[in-house]
């Protein structure tokens, strides 16, 4: 079956860096869409990168320069460095499978979540 493993994330001082992620399974991991969305107490989950099945990333507007999506499709992991971390950016982070190749935003376009990491910025 599709599991998605997170690791990474923790606390950081604004201004720092954090990288997360992400270890695929039980699927063909380079024919579909991986994204991470991140959750914040209080608001909805929201996208932050998205890279398809070619590689073209997408960035959420305000993590735009700060953050870069990457993936292995030799070793089924997706990775996201985020840096350059602001107050604003604390929240659980997650990685996300689409149901294709092809990236949304919205986040019911995705049908397999990683577990979350917690990031804190302070």
């Known amino acids: 079956h599709v599991q998605l493993v997170e690791s990474g994330g923790g606390s950081a001082l604004a201004g720092g860096s954090l990288r997360h992620s992400c270890a695929a399974s039980g699927y063909t991991y380079s024919s579909y869409c991986m994204a991470w969305f991140r959750q914040a107490p209080g608001k909805e989950r929201e996208g932050v990168a998205l890279i398809d099945r070619y590689g073209t990333t997408y960035y959420a507007g305000s993590v735009k320069g700060r953050f870069t999506v990457s993936k292995d499709n030799a070793n089924n992991a997706l990775y996201l460095q985020m840096n350059s971390l602001k107050l604003e950016d604390t929240a659980m982070y997650y990685c996300?499978?689409?149901?294709?190749?092809?990236?949304?935003?919205?986040?019911?376009?995705?049908?397999?979540w990683g577990q979350g990491t917690q990031v804190t910025v302070s």
């Open positions: 996300a499978r689409g149901w294709t190749g092809s990236c949304y935003w919205n986040d019911r376009n995705y049908n397999a």
